[in-house]
């Protein structure tokens, strides 16, 4: 597996991960949506001595709070109702190979305690089971949050954050990798140029100065779409600002900042609008904005993916469909 980089902080992540992939510790990686922490993981685990068996994951923000519990241990025929058979768990899915726990911030805290057991005792039990197995997995946990300030908030147990984070990888934001813009661009080209049966293009200047200049909430993720959508739509050899969509972003927010400027006491108030009317608004517009993308909206609006899904179903309890 190869990780395009040039950044020096990233060429030391990805060293260290080769570095310990060998030994049994527990990994956490740590960094915001996008910026590789699933392919760092791969790294780990095609370097370890559990690469001749496929990684297993599991992002934990996906799968609601009541069937998690069941996929991570599993459970045995008629341990609750719907249960018609017996069925393996990720953690029994991983023996002998490598178990990643994506979003591990968003597991409840309730089932952080019986995830703690598995890990220090090497055990799980299955739901409904009167045994328990024995476990040959190696975890590695990943989150796009600081486990260190969610245990300050109560939300995450101290004692679950530091049996995982013995090796602890931390991935820097593309914004902070400006290097690596350029040469990760040109790579998203090529493989795309190849997936699509296209002709290779090149990068304008002005293109590569609007893509220097710009934030990537959505971090590498949301260049490769950047990138893949410009390629597409190329009529020539060259990706010009007209091809790439991030440009209407940026004039759409300075647009917004212009109005903004010329009347600060402008907002979305209005009389009859409630407060929940206005966030809804806001959460609806964000949705709009990040393609639906549920992750990139939670950050941009600094909440958890599980209460961004929870008010999006209450929207649809209210007849809104997103």
């Known amino acids: 597996m190869e990780i395009i980089t040039s950044d020096h902080r990233m060429q030391e992540v990805i060293q260290l991960a080769k570095t310990v992939a060998a030994s049994k510790a527990t990994i956490l990686i740590q960094g915001e949506s996008g910026t590789g922490k699933e392919l760092i993981a791969n790294l780990v685990h095609e370097h370890s001595t559990r690469a001749e068996k496929d990684m297993v994951a599991i992002n934990c923000a996906a799968i609601p709070d009541n069937l998690i519990e069941s996929e991570l241990f599993g459970y045995e025929k008629g341990s609750f109702t719907g249960a018609l058979g017996s069925k393996c768990g990720k953690f029994e899915l991983a ?6 726990l994506d979003e591990i911030s968003e597991i409840d805290i ?3 305690a019986k995830l703690l057991r598995a890990i220090q ?5 299955r739901i409904g089971g009167s045994k328990p197995i024995a476990l040959d997995v190696r975890i ?4 796009n949050k600081n486990l260190a300030h969610c245990v300050q908030e109560g939300t995450f147990r101290e004692d679950l954050f530091y049996r995982l984070n ?3 990888l931390t991935l820097p934001p593309l914004k902070d990798r400006i290097g690596d813009i350029e040469i990760l661009s040109n790579y998203f080209i090529k493989k795309f140029a190849e997936k699509n049966k296209k002709p290779l293009c090149f990068l304008s200047q002005e293109v590569l100065s609007i893509l220097n200049s710009h934030s990537w909430p ?16 190329a009529q020539e050899d060259v990706i010009c600002s007209k091809d790439v969509m991030i440009i209407e972003k940026i004039k759409e927010k300075e ?19 409630t407060l929940d009317d206005i966030e809804r608004e ?3 517009d964000a949705l709009s904005f990040h393609h639906g993308n549920r992750t990139h909206t939670a950050n941009s609006l600094g909440i958890s993916i599980r209460t961004l899904r929870n008010k999006i179903a209450d929207y649809k309890k209210l007849g809104i469909h997103l």
Request: avoid cysteine.
């Open 121 to 125: 005792e090497k055990q799980i039990d």
């Open 140 to 143: 590695i946990a990943a989150t």
């Open 282 to 284: 806001v959460i609806i």
């Open 218 to 233: 959505g971090n590498v993720r949301e260049l490769e779409n950047t990138i893949e959508r410009a390629l597409i739509v």
């Open 166 to 168: 013995v090796v602890n």
């Open 110 to 112: 309730r089932l952080q």
């Open 95 to 100: 023996q002998g190979s490598t178990l990643l």
């Open 255 to 273: 647009k917004k900042t212009s109005i903004q400027t010329r009347d600060s006491t402008d907002s979305n108030w209005a009389p009859g609008k």
